[in-house]
């Protein structure tokens, strides 16, 4: 579907007293398909396998969401994502009965360290980082973050893993540690995400709420609304910046 470009829904009054933007990273501002399904076709290939790679990449995320779900309910040692990701792989592979080996998968993993941002999203950070601050929190690990960070033309003010709360986004605990990292109350960090689970932790913990639906998908039923819907990146910054 194409990408909405204008501002949708405001839902819950002024957000003037947002200080910080934050943003989830996957699929929000990083363009993951453009690099991971590439290297799923070239494995398919390689193993003489006519799957759709479109497919798989969706079955693989939802099965690395899955687990990192419940890497964070059984509580102990926090999994790393390059780890959940790696076993998620290699089960629907399996799965779909496609003969890989360890450097396949490892392709495809190494793939999340080469992610760069839409090619709306740069302008769009050059704008809004003159009146917020802008931060990433993502479900990937520190080294991942740090990784991709100088894809940005507008440098973020900061990027944090979820590793470092020991829990998966959408726990609570790493939106409290954010908010904690960055000094601000959650009432004056506005999330922004193109996922309703993430913007669901989010409103949980007091934030207010961005639903960037650059795919078009429908928020759903939950009682905890996003105070604004966009389409793209450069929709939040006109949302936000030219009331």
């Known amino acids: 579907m194409p990408e909405t470009t204008h501002a949708q829904t ?45 497919v798989f990449l969706r079955r693989y995320l939802a099965m690395h969401f899955r687990d990192s779900l419940v890497d964070s309910l059984l509580g102990g040692e926090h999994t790393s994502f390059e780890e959940i990701t790696r076993r998620a792989l290699a089960y629907r592979f399996v799965e779909a009965d496609v003969e890989v080996g360890e450097e396949d998968v490892e392709r495809i993993v190494e793939g999340w360290y080469r992610l760069d941002p839409y090619p709306e999203v740069n302008a769009a950070l050059d704008r809004l980082g003159e009146t917020y601050g802008l931060v990433g929190l993502s479900n990937g690990d520190p080294a991942m973050l740090e990784t991709v960070r100088p894809a940005f033309d507008t440098d973020l003010d900061g990027t944090l893993s979820v590793a470092e709360a020991g829990a998966y986004k959408p726990h609570p605990a790493p939106y409290e540690l954010l908010g904690e990292r960055y000094g601000v109350d959650p009432g004056e960090v506005l999330f922004v995400s193109a996922h309703t689970f993430d913007l669901l932790g989010a409103k949980a913990v007091g934030m207010r709420g961005a639903y960037l639906n650059r795919h078009a ?27």
């Open 10 to 54: 405001t839902t819950d009054g002024s957000l003037d007293s947002i200080e910080l933007l934050a943003f989830d990273l996957y699929d929000t501002l990083l363009d993951r398909r453009s690099v991971l399904v590439p290297s799923i076709e070239a494995t398919f290939e390689r193993a003489g396998h006519d799957g759709d790679p479109e």
């Open 217 to 243: 998908n429908p928020y759903g039923e939950w009682p905890q609304r996003p105070d604004l819907e966009v389409g793209s990146a450069p929709a939040l910054a006109e949302a936000l910046l030219d009331d």
